[in-house]
């Protein structure tokens, strides 16, 4: 469906991936640019002219994830549900070892609304720590040791994120894509996206741009769920080898310095 007649209903619009989510959609043309309804429980973390005059294809609502009936109502008219919720590292659960997945928990009320709603289709962010069948096997050593690393150190925000790709997964009547990220980073944009299984072949690096990230999500959006059906992928950037392989010519995504400095420095 194209952009302009989608009503995208999003998830954790406070966060930076949302907010960047936000900032993408509101520098589209207003004839080509999709509504948005963002429920958030925060919504004072907007940025604050939003708030105060919000464009006409932007509409904030006020609601928690439990809030079932809230929820529904909230959601009519919107035709795609974009999630990027998420937990942030908090240094008393990482103490704790606290595993619990609010998150998750609430998708059942998420996926009733819009049931109800005749909404299909969902996008949603994870991590790898949500591997799908045949992954942990056939990826190398070193992403098997890197993906050890998230549970130890972020064990809420991890299991938060596993749990969140196997609830979702599970929908076999609506359309899902869980799309599971790198670490990310902020700035300008970055030149490629590799999206797929994270086995030998993989060509993905371990950063990615939220810039880059809210592009695809958005470009998956207008492609429609092409399968009709389910998709997981594991999305970055892609890796450097002789050479950018990935969007050199013909990406769909293009990369901008801030970002590009922030990966070499890191990276
Ligand atoms: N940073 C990284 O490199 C990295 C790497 C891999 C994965 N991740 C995961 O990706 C997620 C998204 O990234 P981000 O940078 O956008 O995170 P973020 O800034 O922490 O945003 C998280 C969003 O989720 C919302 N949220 C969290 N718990 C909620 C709850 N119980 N009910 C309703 N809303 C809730 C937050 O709402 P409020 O604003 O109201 O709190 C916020 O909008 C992270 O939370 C993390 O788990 C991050």
Not at 18 to 30: A, N, R, W
Not at 190 to 197: D, R, S, T
Not at 206 to 215: E, H, M, P, T
Request: charged residues 20%; hydrophobic residues 40%; aromatic residues 8%.
């Amino acid at each position: 469906m194209v952009l302009s007649k989608q009503n995208i209903f999003v998830l954790g619009a406070t966060g930076e991936c949302g907010l960047t989510f936000l900032h993408h959609i509101l520098s589209l043309p207003p004839t080509t640019a999709p509504r948005l309804t963002l429920y958030a429980r925060s919504p004072s973390k907007l940025p604050a002219p939003l708030l105060t005059t919000p464009p006409p294809n932007i509409k904030i609502i006020r609601g928690s994830l439990t809030d079932i009936p809230h929820l529904t109502t909230s959601m009519a008219s919107c035709t795609t549900v974009v999630s990027f919720l998420g937990a942030p590292p908090n240094f008393p659960n990482i103490f704790m070892r606290d595993k619990r997945t609010p998150i998750a928990d609430a998708l059942a009320g998420v996926f009733e609304a819009m049931r109800k709603n005749g909404v299909k289709r969902i996008l949603a962010l994870s991590t790898p720590a949500f591997a799908v069948p045949g992954e942990r096997e056939a990826m190398g050593w070193g992403w098997w040791l890197w993906s050890c690393i998230p549970p130890l150190i972020v064990p809420q925000g991890s299991a938060e994120m596993k749990a969140i790709g196997e609830t979702v997964s599970k929908q076999a009547d609506l359309e899902w894509t869980v799309f599971r990220v790198p670490q990310l980073l902020n700035g300008g944009e970055e030149k490629g996206i590799k999206a797929g299984f994270l086995g030998p072949k993989y060509e993905g690096w371990i950063w990615l741009g939220r810039v880059s990230l809210v592009r695809w999500v958005l470009g998956e959006i207008e492609k429609g769920n092409g399968s009709g059906g389910h998709r997981w992928c594991r999305i970055e950037r892609g890796k450097r080898a002789g050479g950018n392989k990935l969007g050199e010519g013909g990406g769909n995504v293009s990369r901008g310095k801030g970002v590009r400095k922030g990966i070499e420095k890191r990276g």
